[in-house]
């Protein structure tokens, strides 16, 4: 079915798809987290921590899962930097400290100005 720019419009603004008529519960979730890439978890967290959690949702008008899931995602992104930037340095400290011949150091020196 090829949608016009008019069709994707009113999907935007609601006028198509926001009726009972357009939703449906899906029977086969595993289908449906195997092509969202999602995992189903459990896990404790203190009933004060998820009230204080819903509440910041809530003033932000978004639901506490997918936030606490954006939180995670922010998390992670910022992790794997400072562990890779850690492990760049580790690796630039390595090649510093092979004895490389005058003409190859210049070379190397040049590029790390670059």
Request: aromatic share 4%; charged share 25%.
């Amino acid at each position: 079915m090829e949608f016009t720019t008019k069709d994707i419009g009113a999907w935007e603004t609601g006028e198509l798809g926001a009726s009972s008529d357009s939703v449906a519960v899906s029977s086969d979730s595993v289908a449906l987290d195997e092509a969202l890439g999602m995992q189903l978890i459990s896990i404790r967290l203190q009933k004060k921590l998820i009230n204080d959690l819903k509440r910041i949702a809530g003033h932000h008008g978004i639901g506490y899962q997918p936030m606490i899931r954006d939180l995670l995602n922010r998390f992670v992104n910022s992790e794997l930097k400072l562990i890779l930037n850690d492990e760049l340095r580790q690796l630039d400290q390595a090649l510093s400290e092979i004895e490389s011949t005058e003409p190859v150091r210049q070379f190397m020196e040049v590029r790390k100005q670059a």
